[in-house]
């Protein structure tokens, strides 16, 4: 379990700064440059992710459950999952209605995911990963709202790139069949094969 908590602080402290430190950001890509930026999150990020799997696989091979397992629990887990697929391929494909009218899918899509399975989940471990991912995931939103909302009020994007931004329906279907195909093969062979946990039973 420590090392699981470890990758998380790591992990979601590295996705964080523009939640809580967005000075301190913005001072770190004046000194050094925003390559330098991205470098260091993209290695604290690599890390973290490291120790989050192991963390994980650790503690999952001596399971400390606080409730029972909700019967109905997968179902609906795989439900909101197909949501969540959708909204990830959004936040990569350019010009689609989802991205569009969101702003900013791929934190939505972390939202359900993390909710989803927490949903699905009946031990410590789930609920501190789960949980903790949850948590960042809100609170990233709510950020990116905040800094939506400071935009319009000092808008700096030009008439040609707000056009660029316009959804269309070749878009939206690209959103939907790589969605529901990434679904597809996940529920049905990455998951288990990967994760070790069958969606389906």
């Known amino acids: 379990m420590v090392l699981l908590i470890a990758g998380l602080i790591l992990f979601i402290g590295a996705h964080s700064s523009r939640i809580a430190f967005e ?14 930026y991205k470098g260091l999150i993209s290695l604290a ?23 029972p397992a909700w019967a109905g629990g997968r179902h609906v887990a795989a439900l909101l999952m197909l949501f969540s697929f959708v909204l990830v391929t959004a936040a990569y494909v350019p010009r689609n209605t989802i991205r569009a009218r969101l702003k900013h899918p791929m934190v939505l899509g972390v939202k359900l995911w993390a909710f989803a399975h927490l949903i699905a989940s009946q031990s410590l471990a789930d609920l501190v990963l789960f949980g903790a991912l949850l948590i960042w995931a809100v609170l990233s939103f709510r950020a990116a ?8 009020m ?3 994007a030009s008439p040609a790139a707000a056009a660029a931004e316009s959804s269309s329906r070749l ?4 959103v939907l069949i790589i969605g529901l195909l990434a679904y597809g093969a996940f529920a049905t062979v990455l998951h288990a094969s990967l994760i070790g946990v069958r969606p389906f039973g």
């Open 23 to 36: 000075s301190v950001r913005e001072r770190f890509i004046a000194s050094w440059g925003p390559l330098a």
């Open 45 to 67: 990020s690599l890390v973290g992710l490291v120790l989050i799997i192991k963390g994980y696989a650790d503690a999952r091979t001596h399971p400390v459950n606080l409730w």
């Open 145 to 152: 709202r905040r800094r939506d909302a400071a935009a319009l």
């Open 154 to 156: 000092h808008p700096t």
């Open 171 to 174: 878009a939206d279907a690209v």
